[in-house]
């Protein structure tokens, strides 16, 4: 069999052409990141026989920590859907010098995350009617692995501090969305705060 001029020329285009469409662009896309659906807010209030009860959303539980270290009262509000939790450590306070001591310790968690850090708000919470006082702490910064930290206490008997992390690699450029609306769920459990 014998190849005309012709059908090699055609054969040649269409392998050309076949290959040309297979190439790639040498344009890399940027990565992206899963949509994110939030909730709608509703709230609920968390009233047992801790001495101290709040508002929180009614996708989170509230759930005491079983950890074989945990203290009396410790408590995660959990999201699932975020994969996200709230740590609460509540300590009673017997006088002046426990106060400081607990408080500083809680700076000193914070503290631990300026090496990962871009930056700190600090929010002051001072509620007369309901003995509530304490800071609010946004940790800003893309590995900063806990984005919220609180604490609050009346100054005499209580101390609860919390903090904020997410089961996952810190990358608070691509959970922001989630910092920001659980940001707001975090200031109505201070808001609605009350000890017993």
């Not at 990141?33 to 929180?56: A, G, M, Q, V």
């Not at 017997?94 to 700076?107: H, K, M, V």
Request: some cysteine; glycine content about 4%.
């Amino acid at each position: 069999m014998r190849f005309l001029p012709i059908n090699f020329l055609l054969f040649s285009i269409i392998f050309i052409l076949l290959f040309a469409a297979c190439e790639q662009s040498g344009t890399p896309l940027p990565r992206g990141y899963f949509r994110i659906d939030l909730p709608e807010k509703e709230y609920k209030t968390f009233d047992t026989i801790f001495p101290y009860s709040f508002s929180y959303p009614d996708y989170a539980r509230v759930i005491p920590d079983a950890r074989p270290n945990a203290e009396p009262y410790w408590a995660d509000v959990y999201f699932p859907r975020f994969r996200a939790a709230i740590h609460l450590s509540y300590k009673s306070i017997n006088n002046e010098e426990q106060l400081f001591e607990y408080i500083e310790d809680g700076r000193n968690f914070i503290n631990r995350h300026i090496p990962k850090a871009t930056g700190f708000n600090e929010t002051m919470y001072t509620d007369e009617e309901a003995n509530v006082h304490g800071i609010l702490y946004e940790i800003r910064g893309r590995e900063a692995a806990s984005p919220m930290q609180f604490f609050l206490t009346d100054s005499t008997s209580h101390y609860l501090r919390g903090s904020m992390y997410f089961s996952v690699t810190p990358n608070n450029d691509s959970l922001a969305p989630v910092i920001r609306f659980l940001a707001e769920d975090v200031r109505i459990m201070i808001e609605s705060l009350e000890w017993k």
